[in-house]
Structures are given as structure tokens and as C-alpha cells.
């Protein structure tokens, strides 16, 4: 009997730790007995906001893959951008990668977009060890867009007792940071060979591999140069032989100050041609919208079109958009012509 009596109360003092905190109340006949409270904070947490969500399942379903449930659970604070289930049909194939990706998109600490200083790609460092970058911008009267490694947010500043959560704009995957330097991307590249070897004949490697300043490289795929009339560019042979100060020339002209996502040229070009400073003096790289078929978006050099051939961010060999590709000092666009300043 004895026995019995203490797990039943074992089992009480269990579940008042579990649910929360407890209080005594006096009851009818003046003795005094535990009051089981519901925790408002612990419940009011991450990790359950996401689970009792159904937009969110699948990447609850991750959160619970990797562990990181717990983590969400957690007093933090933390700061989370979180994908719908209709943006992340690669989290329910749980990627190699998935535990590298949700913690790129955790910041630690807390983090109100709503009262961040209105800014272009202010940085955070995630729980991976890399970086996040977070645009505010005006837009229109008493208002704000945001943006998270160059995709728009939907909805932002969701309260949690541990810090806030920030949803990704459905359909949408944020590309992460995985470079030290945008030099570490073009030397990663297969498709970047020529470019690379530019950079090398150019002495342009350490410059770009310098993670004290930022850069945005427009880098023309092989089969950008290899299609090209200039005999100087579209041979490896042509390129080894090719005077390098006119190579440097045309190399600089394809380097930007500054980081700029797909978002941030599309934003500068919304009413008109975007002019864009490059790294050759008194050299701008114009981007603009063509209405011509098959229509979007394009960079052109120092002629507007028709005269010269304009550039798309996409790559022929790998048969996909290649925007946005993240370093820890700038960003790499392939784009699938040579630009000409």
C-alpha cells in the first residue's frame, strides 16, 4: 500500500514538473495540496508554435530529424526563418545537408525585424557559424518589405516566449552561406573554369579572395566565353595568351562593389534601368527588364540592346538559374554571355 501510494506520488510530481510550475491552494477542509499550473512560457515556445501549425509540418518533421526541436524548446532567445510546407519539398527527402541548412536560418538572439534600422543585407551569425543577411526597405507610406538571403518574407515577428519566427515567402528557398570567399566559389565551379583562369592571369585572385571587402561577381559560364567572337576569350589557349591588361579590363568590369542579391537589382530596376558601379573606373553595368521574347531580366555593358549581346543569370551546362550564390565576402550570379564594358 505504501508502495503504491508513493509512485502515485512520484507520478504527480512528475507531471507538475512537466506542465509547470506549482502552487499550493488551501482546500475546503484547510489542508494544503499542489495545483498543477499550465506553463504559458515553456508552451508558448518555439518549437510548439511551429508543431501545432499545419503549414509548417514538414519542417517540423525536420526539426524532429535533426534534433533541433529541442533546441526550439529551449529559454534561447532565438531568431528562425522557417519554410512552408510548400516551399521545403526538400526537407520531407531530408537532404544530407538538413541539419546545415536549418541552422543557417537560426539566428541566436532576438531579433524584431519590425524595429530593425531599415538597411540593405545587415548580417547575423546563424547557428551553423555562417551568416544570414536581412534587407528592410521602404515600401510606401508607413511600411517596410523584408528580404532573408535575397527571398522575400511573408510574414515576420510571429511572438514566441523564446524570440521570434519569420515565415519565407511560399514557395521560396533561400540559398545559405557556404563559401569563405567568392574566389572559393569560382575555383569550386566546374562550370567556371575560364573565368577562373581569367582571374589567375589577371593577378585578380587575391583581391577576391579578400574577405575584409565585399564583392558581387557577374561570372560568364565556359560556354559564355566559349561562344564569344573574341578569339582572345573563348580558347583556354586564346585566354593564356591574351594581353592582360585588357583581360584585367574586362574581368573588372564583371566585379561589383558591394553585395547584391537577385532582389536588390530587381528592386533597383523596378521603375527603370538599374546602373550598377563596377570595379573599372567610370564603368557602369546596366540592368534592365526586356519585354522581348523569351522576356525577364538581363545585364548589358556600355551600349544599351540591340547593340550589344545581353547577359542572363543562367547557366547552359547545369540547365538552371544560378543567382545568389552565397560567400562570406559577396555573391556569385553565372550569367551565360561576357559582358562588354
Not at 133 to 162: E, Q, R
Not at 176 to 181: F, L, Q, V
Not at 285 to 298: D, E, I, K, L, Q
Not at 323 to 337: F, L
Request: charged fraction near 15%.
Amino acid at each position: 500500500m505504501i508502495n503504491k501510494s508513493y509512485r502515485w506520488l512520484l507520478g504527480i510530481a512528475v507531471l507538475a514538473m512537466t506542465m509547470g510550475a506549482c502552487k499550493k491552494d488551501t482546500n475546503d477542509n484547510g489542508s494544503t495540496a499542489p495545483v498543477q499550473q499550465y506553463d504559458k512560457d515553456y508552451y508558448g515556445r518555439q518549437s510548439f508554435i511551429i508543431a501545432l501549425n499545419g503549414s509548417y509540418e514538414r519542417y517540423d518533421s525536420a526539426l524532429k530529424k535533426t534534433r533541433l526541436i529541442d533546441t526550439l524548446a529551449a529559454p534561447g532567445p532565438f531568431t528562425t526563418f522557417l519554410l512552408t510546407n510548400n516551399a521545403s519539398t526538400w526537407v520531407y527527402n531530408f537532404p544530407n545537408n538538413v541539419d546545415v541548412i536549418l541552422k543557417s536560418l537560426i539566428v541566436r538572439g532576438d531579433v524584431s525585424l519590425k524595429t530593425m534600422p531599415f538597411g540593405a543585407n545587415q548580417r547575423f551569425t546563424t547557428m551553423a557559424g555562417n551568416h544570414l543577411y536581412i534587407s528592410k526597405y521602404p515600401a510606401g507610406a508607413d511600411s517596410a518589405a523584408w528580404v532573408v538571403n535575397g527571398i522575400p518574407l511573408n510574414t515576420i515577428d510571429i511572438s514566441a516566449t523564446n524570440g521570434h519566427i519569420n515565415v519565407v515567402d511560399t514557395g521560396a528557398i533561400p540559398h545559405i552561406e557556404k563559401y569563405a570567399s567568392v574566389l572559393a566559389y569560382v575555383q569550386s565551379s566546374a562550370d567556371l573554369t575560364f573565368f577562373s583562369l581569367a582571374l589567375k592571369r589577371t593577378g585578380l585572385e587575391k583581391l577576391l579572395g579578400d574577405t575584409a571587402h565585399t564583392f558581387t561577381l557577374l561570372t560568364p559560364t565556359d560556354a559564355a566565353f566559349k561562344k564569344s567572337t573574341d578569339t582572345s576569350l573563348n580558347t583556354y589557349d586564346g585566354l593564356l595568351a591574351a594581353d592582360t591588361a585588357k583581360l584585367s579590363r574586362l574581368i573588372r568590369f564583371h566585379i561589383l562593389g558591394d553585395r547584391y542579391f537577385y532582389t536588390d537589382f530587381t528592386r533597383k530596376a523596378s521603375t527603370d534601368t538599374a546602373r550598377l558601379a563596377s570595379l573599372l573606373p567610370d564603368a557602369v553595368v546596366n540592368f534592365y527588364y526586356s519585354t522581348n521574347w523569351p522576356g525577364g531580366n538581363y545585364f548589358i555593358g556600355g551600349v544599351k540592346p540591340p547593340a550589344a549581346t545581353a547577359a542572363g543569370i543562367f547557366s547552359p551546362s547545369y540547365g538552371t538559374y544560378l543567382s545568389d550564390n552565397i560567400a562570406a565576402n559577396g555573391v556569385v550570379h553565372e550569367i551565360d554571355n561576357v559582358l562588354l564594358p
